[in-house]
């Protein structure tokens, strides 16, 4: 009976694998009919494509050759102020080569006709804006550009103020990196006499001048790794600008590196030197804020000068003050100077307006800082050329280069006169030349006024210094000129190469 009914159900197993494979040889066909389905409708599509192609691409054609004159307007209008800019700047210089050799104080003739070469100078009009130094003007700036108060205001309200675009003279800077670079280090040293005491003892145990902030002192003292890592590397920057100072910081970047003496006090919880570091840039906030005062103050200035051209609606000078003014003319290079640091944030705002590619929004500045830059960038002279002390310097010097020269020349000069002249015998005829000249020396000397005006040139130095300005650099000597002819026949190639480069592209 067991053995009948294995047979059975092994004959039941046969007939169900049967069934199944029946049913794989009918999916089997059915798939293959599909494929064949497949590709009749494949190659109809393909046959549609290849009927299709020519007309896209006459129609890609069309749409390049309407992209294309566009893109070349578009392109003419980006580049054209820049090559009118290269030929004005080209032309200024050409003309500045042809300036003639004259004396460093003054400033230097054109050579030709001056009606064409010389420059017409600025009017005062349009280097005086009174309508920004009006008491109401001003009173709108102040709204807009509220000024920085160093008893009420916080340390972000400053970056809404004007202050923000000022910089202060170079010693405070270096004294306020000083004092942030050491209020970092006794930070770091007491915190860290605390909770390693051995290391500590070790690698700075006398002083926390002891302590330094590069990436190899960081990690000799182990702690290239851990929770103050990051704090401690971004102290890094700070150190460096004390142990390499080389240049003015803007006033963002200026408490940018102080800032990070802070976020180490913060992270190693030392409440005390937190808030030395936060007086510390207080004060340089209150630098940058008495840097404005400065030009605030010149400019409200300007309306005492100027009152007859104040607009009939402005009520907010008092009279007597008006009446009392006398309206002299007065051009931007009766100024007096700035200190240096201003004069370097009026340069970087002037350049700044004059940027064609980058010109800043019209809320950038505020009109008085827009009105200083352009006046102090309408005198034309270099930063600090102004300066009496250096006005004093420079002549000082000239007139030791002078005197040098005309010693050397007189020199030379009697040396080729002592040399003993070897020649043929005397004769007749250069006996009668030797009489000859012995009767012109009895005859009065007639003197050049050319030369007269050159010899008594040391006279006229004791008068007042004139500023220097950027064109005396070009009262050069003949290899200077040859240089600089050199480097511009340079320029026209590179222009000429540029341009074959553009037609090429």
Not at 35 to 40: G, S
Not at 92 to 102: I, M, P, T
């Amino acid at each position: 009976m067991t053995d009948q009914g294995d047979h059975q159900h092994t004959k039941s197993k046969m007939e169900n694998a049967e069934d199944k494979i029946a049913q794989l040889h009918e999916q089997v066909s059915q798939l293959q009919d599909d494929k064949q389905e497949l590709d009749a409708e494949n190659v109809s599509l393909h046959a549609e494509v290849e009927v299709l192609r020519p007309n896209a691409n006459r129609t890609q054609a069309v749409i390049v050759a309407v992209t294309k004159k566009p893109c070349r307007i578009v392109l003419r209008f980006i580049t054209a102020p820049f090559k009118n800019w290269k030929e004005r700047r080209q032309a200024k210089q050409d003309a500045r080569l042809e300036y003639a050799a004259k004396a460093d104080y003054e400033k230097p003739y054109p050579i030709g006709n001056e009606e064409e070469q010389i420059e017409p100078e600025l009017k005062l009009e349009d280097l005086i804006c009174i309508l920004c130094a009006s008491g109401e003007a001003l009173d709108e700036q102040r709204r807009k550009f509220p000024p920085w108060d160093a008893e009420q205001s916080t340390l972000e309200e400053f970056w809404d103020g004007p202050a923000r675009h000022m910089t202060i003279s170079w010693q405070d800077q270096y004294d306020a990196l000083n004092a942030a670079h050491s209020l970092a280090k006794q930070t770091f040293w007491h915190i860290f006499r605390k909770r390693w005491p051995e290391h500590a003892l070790w690698h700075f145990g006398e002083h926390y001048e002891q302590v330094r902030f590069g990436k190899e002192e960081i990690e000799r003292c182990g702690l290239s790794s851990g929770e103050f890592a990051d704090q401690l590397y971004r102290v890094t920057n700070l150190r460096n600008a004390v142990c390499h100072p080389s240049t003015s910081y803007n006033m963002r970047g200026l408490d940018d590196l102080i800032f990070r003496a802070e976020e180490l006090a913060v992270a190693l919880e030392d409440d005390d030197r937190v808030q030395e570091i936060q007086a510390l840039r207080r004060t340089v906030r209150e630098r940058a804020q008495e840097a404005y005062d400065i030009i605030e103050s010149r400019t409200q200035a300007l309306l005492h000068v100027h009152p007859q051209t104040r607009p009939a609606g402005e009520t907010n000078v008092e009279q007597e003050a008006v009446e009392g003014t006398i309206a002299t003319p007065q051009s931007a290079d009766d100024d007096h100077p700035y200190p240096f640091h201003i004069q370097r944030a009026l340069k970087r705002i002037s350049e700044h307006l004059d940027n064609k590619y980058q010109r800043p929004s019209r809320d950038e500045y505020p009109p008085v800082l827009v009105l200083a830059a352009k006046r102090w960038a309408a005198r034309g002279l270099q930063l600090g050329a102004d300066d009496p002390d250096y006005q004093q310097r420079f002549l000082d010097s000239q007139s030791r280069s002078n005197a040098n020269t005309q010693a050397g020349s007189a020199t030379s000069k009697n040396d080729s006169d002592s040399q003993p002249k070897e020649g043929p015998a005397e004769t007749d005829s250069s006996k009668s030349k030797d009489d000859s000249n012995s009767q012109r020396k009895d005859e009065p000397v007639e003197v050049d006024e050319a030369q007269d005006v050159n010899v008594d040139s040391g006279a006229d130095q004791q008068r007042p210094a004139s500023p220097v300005r950027r064109d005396s650099a070009y009262a050069a000597t003949e290899s200077d000129l040859e240089t600089r002819s050199q480097r511009h026949r340079l320029k026209k190639v590179c222009k000429k190469t540029f341009k074959w480069f553009r037609k090429a592209s």
